[in-house]
């Protein structure tokens, strides 16, 4: 597993060096990397995240200081996410320029009489469909669990939690670029589509109790989403509740748990595999960071899917 942990290295830099290689020659470099980073973490989504913590203060599921460490670690994590914004649209990038030059078949003709309401929705539910299904790899393939354990091992759950995420995990959810690809020469998402999209994939993480009521059994909630990062098993399953903005997926496949009705569980990962913040006398963020983003490459990493 160790071999494969370093092999997603070897990828993800053959898939930046293509996307690399690719806009340097249509000399758009710095203005694509910049809108990208413009794109995730722009003013929308900084400010859901600001308004949220302040709700979190108001309604939280578990009560928690506004400096408790899982806060402090986590929101040093959107910093990470800002630096390497950049790095996710060269992987997206050289990820999209590999399907185009080795499976161009994917690629739809345009389709008559198809509204553009509509390319918009296909591509929305496809790039959700995607991601429930990268997220459920993410849980049973052994390499991709060493770098999202990470996430898991949060204990004080917060909005900022959404970006505790290892850097390489975003090469598994790559396939998720393939309905934009696909349904190109129809249309795309205006970026105010996939920011709001951001955002709906942002709340759940909230420390808040809100389950949405009867929209929750289709929409993940922070609820929903608690019960992913639940410390135990929930309903007889290991893991359930994958889905990212919809819930339907997980009803679907027979892997939802709804919400409505439980206690608020624990979160986190049994046994505190990945060095945690909260087992330190005096941590220094830096030092933490440092070390949870270098679990995946120990030889005994003691993270097993
Ligand atoms: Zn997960
Ligand atoms: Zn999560």
Redesign the pocket.
Known sequence: MWCAAVALIGLSAWLMGTGLSDLVRGHVLRSDLSSAEADTVGPALLVMVVLVFAAERLWPAVPRRVTARGHIIDAGYLGVYALVAPAVTLLSTGFAIAVERYAPFLRLARLPLLPQVAVVAMILLGIDAINWAA?VA??RVGVFWRF?AL??SQEEMSVFTTFRTHPLAHVSYLPAVLPALVLAANGSVPTVGLVAYGCLVTLPHANLRWNYGRVGRWVVSPAFHRL?HANTDVDGMR?VN?GFVLAVWDRLAGTAALPHGRVVMETGIGGRPVPLEQDLARPSAGRVIVSQLAQPFRLRSGLES
Do not use: G, P, W, Y
């Open positions: 997220h993410n849980h999202h996430h898991h992913h893991a994958f």
